[in-house]
């Protein structure tokens, strides 16, 4: 019963400590999240759409059309986390939303420092540590480890609001099941079930978030290749100890492999058909680390902030990305650990200095990083140049080019570090005079504490107008469009959890170019704050566009709006939609006006889903899209048959356009070649052999570069 009373104290320990560090949280654990009122609200939702979809709905919860109503929106590249709304279920259900976002919090901070002590106490198990090593200095490293690495500063600061990053609590057991499994092996012992419980924690991880898998992949590469030269290093290497960690490791992933596979596979499958997913590659120079940024202290410190945010280092990235602080009393006892440590400490030493030159990313900067550090480039796909170890890796690992913020490789670095810094206070307690072991290991947990200091902490209550309550008690059905939406706000999401209406616009991880807010008129204008290539009046079609869409309530929120082009173009074209009718409701805040179908709908164009490429403008202001290597769909909405359609565009040499069928195999129109912009005219009517009803889609189909820049309606 001892060891049990041991990790029992060891995890009510974490979790008081937990309350401590996040102070405020606990008492305002039913009314607040931590965070900073932006993306915590989009995890909200997640946890929200996880009970909807699966108590509610019962129904796969990847694709949801309660987004981007009504063709919806797949979610696979979204950071949705399913682990936590699956266990905060039973929270949520009795509880509530905010109760549930907190008892996340909880156990993810309470789980992460006792997988850490887990991994420190088997490292120093006797055997493997320096022979004498006591039992109070082994358990006291191991629990300050835990504390380092469960409230470093990077864990902090990403409880601002991203949910998926601080649920890092399965890393540090996918690392002691897998390092288990190897020593087993190595020793001729089962080593299967603990292979098998690694595959497990790391499915655990990437229902969490994708980037936990792309760094225990790695640090798995680092444990096989670890393990070949220890035996290389011993005695001549023999087939036997090729498989020592290979095997292990091969058998994880085919568990993780088996058990994400429904999400994996369909992953996969739009990858191989889509580039949204990937993000620039000036992205992954903006959120790099720099070296700087790991050896400043705490930007987040209670007693540094904000002058700390501009310290040395990256300037760029919110401080949530680049507050990375390591901490002295880590770097200290991380240095004393490798100096003193049990033999297996090189490896860990090794496998943090190989995650922070993976974390300086692309370009790696010892000072500063500013805007003139960024490659001025056009490129949309996340291929970087150069030859540091992550650009390297960037190229030779498809997975990474999806992965955005660079500087969270710090994550592994941290754990490294903490292994080491266990390694090292056990080492220097054992050394100590026994009466003296408890008082020094608690000075070191006050010390790292203190660097990571941050209460009080933010907390961000729900900013909902009143007027959602009203909208939820409203019959009938319709979508919500919520306005400014020139890009999107996580606050939108919190809205919908009280009015439950779908929304026609809405905020996830990745633009998805499929949905109607790129191809629509009136959407698009909102969206870009002007005109994309479709050359209709917003004002003339924009009732016709937003009935059809099944858009019953428009809000115009002016707090989130406070000024400029933003609040000019949006107010000014949403009062020329609705131009003659009287808001629905309307106070300091919101206007909101309803959809009424008009009598006579209006002629409109939609861009097809795919093939389309993004809206570009140039240096003359001209907008432009460029067609890609499939049929680029044009969808025609009331439009009679006696109009005529509209094409301006410019040709590369050699490139052919043509304007085909919906099925892209009849020919319509061949339309000839122009290196400077053209434009023809084509009546409908003449593209259906006379037929009294026009085409419903029409195919742009092209060979070589074709730049369309305007598509508009000529009526009789």
């Given amino acids: 019963m001892k060891p049990l009373r041991v990790h029992t104290g060891v995890v009510l320990a974490y979790g008081l400590l937990t309350v401590v560090m996040t102070w405020p949280l606990a008492r305002q654990a039913a009314v607040a999240i931590p965070g900073d009122s932006f993306d915590g609200w989009q995890n909200y939702w997640n946890l ?41 279920l039973p929270v949520q259900l009795t509880a509530g939303l905010i109760p549930a976002y907190n008892f996340v919090v ?4 309470t789980l992460a420092g006792y997988g850490l002590y887990l991994l420190v106490c088997w490292s120093l198990r006797p055997g493997a540590a320096p022979a004498g090593l006591s039992s109070l200095a082994r358990q006291a490293g191991a629990f300050v480890a835990g504390a380092i690495y469960t409230f470093a500063p990077f864990h902090m600061a990403h409880l601002l609001g991203h949910m998926q990053v601080m649920s890092l609590q399965w890393l540090p057991f996918y690392v002691l099941a897998l390092l288990r499994a190897v020593e087993r092996n190595r020793a001729g012992r089962p080593w299967w079930a603990s292979a098998g419980l690694a595959g497990f924690f790391l499915a655990l991880a990437g229902l969490c978030d994708w980037y936990f898998v792309l760094y225990l992949l790695l640090f798995t590469g680092l444990v096989v290749i670890w393990s070949w030269v220890s035996s290389l290093w011993r005695r001549r290497v023999s087939p036997r100890d090729l498989g020592v960690a290979l095997w292990p490791a091969l058998v994880a992933g085919g568990v993780f492999a088996l058990l994400l596979s429904p999400i994996l596979a369909p992953m996969v499958q739009e990858a191989r058909r889509y580039s949204f997913m990937v993000r620039p590659s000036a992205d992954l120079y903006i959120f790099s680390a720099s070296l700087m940024d790991f050896l400043v202290p705490n930007r987040l410190h209670t007693l540094l902030r904000p002058e700390s945010y501009t310290w040395i280092g990256n300037q760029l990235a919110p401080p949530s990305e680049r507050t990375i602080s390591i901490g002295y009393v880590a770097l200290g006892l991380a240095a004393l650990g490798l100096w003193v440590g049990p033999r297996r400490a090189l490896f860990w030493g090794i496998a943090a200095l190989f995650f922070l030159l993976l974390a300086l990313g692309p370009a790696p900067h010892l000072g500063n990083i500013t805007w003139d550090d960024i490659p001025k480039t056009s490129e ?38 903490a292994v080491l810094a266990g390694m090292g206070l056990a080492a220097w307690l054992n050394q100590a005079r026994p009466q003296r072991r408890a008082a020094l290991g608690a000075l070191c947990l006050a010390l790292a504490l203190a660097e990571s200091w941050v209460a009080p902490y933010p907390l961000s209550p729900p900013d909902t107008p009143a007027y959602y309550s009203e909208l939820a008690a409203t019959p009938g059905p319709g979508a919500v469009l919520n306005l400014p939406m020139n890009y999107d706000r996580p606050g939108y999401l919190l809205y919908q959890t009280v009015h439950k209406r779908p929304l026609a616009v809405a905020y996830i991880s990745r633009d998805d170019p499929r949905t109607l807010t790129a191809r629509a008129p009136a959407l698009q204008h909102f969206r870009h704050l002007g005109p994309d290539i479709l050359e209709l009046d917003p004002a003339q079609v924009g009732m016709t566009v937003l009935a059809d869409l099944g858009i019953s309530h428009v809000v115009l929120d002016r707090y989130k ?17 609705f131009a003659g009718q009287t808001p629905v409701y309307e106070d300091e805040r919101l206007t909101v006006y309803t959809v009424t179908p008009p009598a006579a709908p209006q002629p409109y164009l939609v861009l097809g889903p795919e ?74 009517g003449e593209l259906r052999g006379g037929s009294a009803s026009p085409p419903d889609m029409l195919a742009l189909l092209t060979t070589g570069a074709v730049d369309i820049l305007g598509l508009g309606l000529q009526m009789p």
């Fill in 48 to 88: 929200w759409w996880i009970k909807i979809a699966l108590i509610d709905r019962v129904q796969w919860p990847y694709q949801t059309d309660l987004l981007y109503y009504p063709t919806g929106v797949s979610l696979y590249f979204h950071t949705l986390n399913p682990f936590n709304g699956l266990a905060s």
């Fill in 561 to 577: 709006m406070p000024g400029g082009l933003e609040r000019e173009y949006t107010t000014a074209l949403a009062a020329a939609i």
């Fill in 380 to 417: 949309t796909a996340a291929q970087v140049s150069g030859w540091s170890p992550y650009a390297l890796l960037n190229r030779l690992v498809p997975f990474m080019r999806i992965s955005r913020s660079v500087s969270r490789f710090a994550l592994p670095v941290q754990l490294g570090v």
């Fill in 611 to 684: 093939h389309w490429g993004p809206l570009v403008t140039g240096d003359n202001g001209k907008r432009s899209r460029r067609l890609g290597a499939g049929p680029a769909t044009l969808t025609l909405h009331h439009v009679p048959a006696e109009a005529a359609l509209r094409i301006t565009y410019r040709t590369a040499p050699g490139a052919t356009l043509e304007l085909r069928s919906a099925d892209g195999q009849a020919v319509l129109a061949a339309l000839p070649p122009s290196p400077e912009p053209a434009t023809v005219t084509l009546p409908l």
């Fill in 106 to 109: 909880l156990i993810s901070w």
